[in-house]
């Protein structure tokens, strides 16, 4: 029995690594054609606020308000995690901000 739940757990965490880059790039793309059609000036802060903002609404309404908090700021936590070396990398071919 544990060993049939180990198995379907592996297999539903490959699915979602599988399906993370696709969904990334399906809200990026979501959020830069929201920057493009929307009337000037557009406040690049507001979509990433509301972007976090459907997330912890999300996760409140699937898990409750206590467990959907804790899994917000945990997927945050993970997500900051996973993406820190790829946006370090980023920045450093980006070249440094101008003034």
Sequence with gaps: MNDNLSKDFDRITDLGKARSD??????????????????E???????D????????????????????LVEARDAFNATFDQMKPVLENMEKAKGPTPH
């Design 22 to 39: 696709e969904y990334t790039e399906r809200l990026l793309a979501f959020v830069q054609d929201m920057e493009t059609s929307s009337p």
């Design 49 to 68: 606020i509301a972007l976090a903002r459907a997330l912890i609404v999300h996760l409140v309404i699937r898990y409750g308000p206590e467990r959907g």
């Design 41 to 47: 000036p557009f406040i690049p802060l507001l979509a």
